[in-house]
Protein backbone atom coordinates (compact mmCIF):
# COMPACT_ATOMS: atom_id res chain seq x y z
CA UNK A 1 0.00 0.00 0.00
CA UNK A 2 2.78 2.71 1.58
CA UNK A 3 4.63 1.82 -1.95
CA UNK A 4 3.15 3.96 -4.88
CA UNK A 5 3.31 6.91 -2.45
CA UNK A 6 7.18 6.03 -1.77
CA UNK A 7 7.96 6.07 -5.57
CA UNK A 8 6.00 9.19 -5.93
CA UNK A 9 7.93 10.67 -3.29
CA UNK A 10 11.31 9.67 -4.83
CA UNK A 11 10.02 11.27 -7.97
CA UNK A 12 9.08 14.82 -6.41
CA UNK A 13 12.73 14.83 -4.87
CA UNK A 14 14.50 14.21 -7.80
CA UNK A 15 12.49 16.26 -10.02
CA UNK A 16 13.19 18.88 -7.14
CA UNK A 17 16.77 18.40 -7.15
CA UNK A 18 17.04 18.56 -10.88
CA UNK A 19 15.48 21.84 -10.95
CA UNK A 20 17.60 23.15 -8.63
CA UNK A 21 20.43 22.47 -10.49
CA UNK A 22 19.17 22.87 -13.71
CA UNK A 23 18.63 26.78 -12.28
CA UNK A 24 21.94 26.24 -10.66
CA UNK A 25 20.26 27.35 -6.74
CA UNK A 26 23.20 24.85 -5.54
CA UNK A 27 26.66 24.68 -7.88
CA UNK A 28 27.65 20.73 -7.56
CA UNK A 29 31.57 22.05 -8.11
CA UNK A 30 31.61 24.37 -5.27
CA UNK A 31 28.19 24.55 -2.94
CA UNK A 32 27.45 28.36 -4.00
CA UNK A 33 23.66 29.29 -3.86
CA UNK A 34 23.85 32.11 -6.46
CA UNK A 35 20.54 31.70 -8.50
CA UNK A 36 21.12 31.50 -12.72
CA UNK A 37 21.26 34.93 -13.54
CA UNK A 38 21.75 36.70 -10.58
CA UNK A 39 24.26 39.04 -10.73
CA UNK A 40 27.21 38.04 -7.57
CA UNK A 41 28.30 42.08 -7.29
CA UNK A 42 25.69 45.20 -7.75
CA UNK A 43 28.24 47.10 -9.45
CA UNK A 44 28.41 47.15 -13.34
CA UNK A 45 30.95 44.69 -15.02
CA UNK A 46 34.00 46.62 -16.40
CA UNK A 47 34.09 47.35 -20.02
CA UNK A 48 34.65 43.93 -21.51
CA UNK A 49 33.63 41.66 -18.56
CA UNK A 50 30.71 39.05 -18.03
CA UNK A 51 27.29 40.46 -16.98
CA UNK A 52 26.67 36.85 -15.03
CA UNK A 53 23.19 37.33 -17.28
CA UNK A 54 23.09 33.13 -17.61
CA UNK A 55 20.87 31.62 -20.28
CA UNK A 56 19.09 29.01 -18.07
CA UNK A 57 17.95 27.01 -21.10
CA UNK A 58 21.31 26.66 -22.15
CA UNK A 59 22.81 26.13 -18.64
CA UNK A 60 20.49 23.10 -18.13
CA UNK A 61 21.72 21.42 -21.96
CA UNK A 62 25.70 22.51 -21.25
CA UNK A 63 25.76 21.19 -17.70
CA UNK A 64 25.33 17.57 -19.01
CA UNK A 65 27.45 18.26 -22.20
CA UNK A 66 29.98 20.79 -21.98
CA UNK A 67 30.76 21.12 -18.48
CA UNK A 68 33.97 20.31 -16.66
CA UNK A 69 33.36 16.98 -13.92
CA UNK A 70 36.73 18.01 -12.22
CA UNK A 71 36.48 20.54 -8.75
CA UNK A 72 37.46 23.45 -9.17
CA UNK A 73 37.33 27.14 -6.88
CA UNK A 74 35.41 30.23 -8.24
CA UNK A 75 39.02 31.76 -7.43
CA UNK A 76 40.87 29.21 -10.18
CA UNK A 77 38.77 30.81 -12.47
CA UNK A 78 40.04 32.66 -15.34
CA UNK A 79 37.92 35.74 -16.10
CA UNK A 80 35.92 36.38 -19.34
CA UNK A 81 37.54 37.71 -22.15
CA UNK A 82 41.04 36.74 -21.83
CA UNK A 83 41.06 32.78 -20.89
CA UNK A 84 43.69 31.01 -22.29
CA UNK A 85 44.35 27.29 -23.61
CA UNK A 86 44.38 25.04 -20.30
CA UNK A 87 42.72 27.60 -18.01
CA UNK A 88 38.94 26.80 -16.30
CA UNK A 89 36.62 29.51 -17.61
CA UNK A 90 32.86 30.13 -17.31
CA UNK A 91 31.00 30.24 -20.22
CA UNK A 92 29.20 33.80 -21.13
CA UNK A 93 25.77 32.36 -22.34
CA UNK A 94 25.49 29.16 -20.01
CA UNK A 95 27.40 30.15 -17.34
CA UNK A 96 29.00 26.47 -17.15
CA UNK A 97 32.64 26.05 -16.02
CA UNK A 98 34.71 24.53 -18.37
CA UNK A 99 38.58 23.95 -19.78
CA UNK A 100 39.91 25.86 -22.60
CA UNK A 101 41.41 24.14 -25.45
CA UNK A 102 41.93 24.88 -29.16
CA UNK A 103 38.12 22.88 -29.75
CA UNK A 104 36.22 25.78 -28.02
CA UNK A 105 34.80 28.07 -30.19
CA UNK A 106 35.76 31.96 -29.61
CA UNK A 107 34.60 35.18 -30.72
CA UNK A 108 36.22 38.44 -30.67
CA UNK A 109 34.10 41.61 -29.71
CA UNK A 110 35.64 45.19 -29.57
CA UNK A 111 39.29 43.34 -30.04
CA UNK A 112 38.41 40.45 -26.83
CA UNK A 113 38.37 37.29 -27.17
CA UNK A 114 35.60 35.42 -25.38
CA UNK A 115 35.97 31.36 -25.67
CA UNK A 116 32.63 29.44 -24.74
CA UNK A 117 31.62 25.87 -23.92
CA UNK A 118 29.81 24.92 -27.55
CA UNK A 119 28.66 26.50 -30.54
CA UNK A 120 24.97 26.98 -29.18
CA UNK A 121 25.94 29.07 -27.25
CA UNK A 122 27.74 30.79 -29.63
CA UNK A 123 24.77 31.13 -31.63
CA UNK A 124 22.86 33.22 -28.20
CA UNK A 125 25.91 35.41 -27.78
CA UNK A 126 25.87 36.58 -31.14
CA UNK A 127 22.19 37.60 -31.14
CA UNK A 128 22.41 39.31 -28.55
CA UNK A 129 26.13 39.99 -27.55
CA UNK A 130 25.41 43.22 -24.68
CA UNK A 131 22.94 40.18 -22.88
CA UNK A 132 25.90 38.79 -21.83
CA UNK A 133 29.02 40.97 -21.39
CA UNK A 134 29.70 44.51 -20.27
CA UNK A 135 29.82 46.53 -23.52
Known amino acids: MWKP ?6 VAVLLAGSACVLMHCVSPATGDATLA ?3 RDAAEPASG ?3 GNYDAAMSGVCRFSCAT ?3 YREADLAAQPGAKSGDLTRCPVSGEVFRVDDK ?4 VLAGRDYVFCCDDCVTRF ?3 PAHYVSL
Open 126 to 128: RAD
Open 69 to 71: REP
Open 37 to 39: GAS
Open 5 to 10: FAAIAF
Open 104 to 107: HPRV
Open 49 to 51: AAR
